[in-house]
């Protein structure tokens, strides 16, 4: 598979955690928290979503076997494994689009200046920043402090580990 970054993803339930990197890598990626895993089918199908889930029995479907619907049985429990193996098969760009989601809504991050954020983030962030996006959807403000750094390091540790087998 070439390098595209035009997947977008739908995350069972069983690996939740993917749905937060998917997204802080750029990635357009529904949480499915429902119970009928037929509902998560109809929306892939619907959206055009590669479903990602560690429930085998979703692999047998129809839709699936027969190729109408991309689907990834994920291996590992280990979260990190997880991510490598998503990396790996969609042959993802871990740096590219960085932090242009929500982490938590999955919206586009709107670019805002140190003004716009004065009196909504920590003196301090203020005092050190200079980049800022929000979420249109919930307005949580991200820039790029200590968990970002943290979740940018971790991925590029699984890519250069992936890049390196
Ligand atoms: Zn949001």
């Known amino acids: 598979m070439g390098l595209r970054t035009e997947y977008k993803f739908i995350v069972d339930h069983n690996v939740g955690k993917l749905a937060k990197w998917l997204r802080m890598m750029g990635y357009d990626t529904l949480f499915f928290t429902g119970d009928d895993d037929w509902q998560m089918v109809i929306t892939a199908l619907n959206e055009d979503r590669v479903i990602l889930t560690r429930d085998s029995h979703i692999m047998n479907r129809g839709v699936i076997t027969r190729g109408?619907?991309?689907?990834?049985?994920i291996q590992s429990e280990n979260p990190d494994e997880q991510k490598r193996q998503v990396i790996e098969t969609f042959n993802l760009?871990?740096?590219?689009?960085?932090?242009?989601?929500?982490?938590?809504?999955?919206?586009?991050?709107?670019?805002?200046?140190?003004?716009q954020v004065k009196d909504r983030v920590p003196p301090y962030v203020f005092q050190t920043q200079d980049q800022f996006v929000e979420c249109p959807s919930c307005n949580r403000i991200y820039w790029k402090g200590t968990h970002w750094q943290e979740m940018t390091r971790r991925l590029e540790k699984l890519a250069t580990e992936s890049a390196g087998k």
Not at 68 to 73: D, V, W
Not at 109 to 115: A, D, F, N, S, Y
Request: hydrophobic share 35%; net charge positive; with cysteine.
């Open 68 to 73: 109408r619907l991309k689907a990834l049985l």
């Open 93 to 115: 760009d871990t740096r590219a689009r960085l932090f242009t989601l929500c982490l938590e809504c999955n919206q586009p991050l709107g670019k805002r200046t140190k003004e």
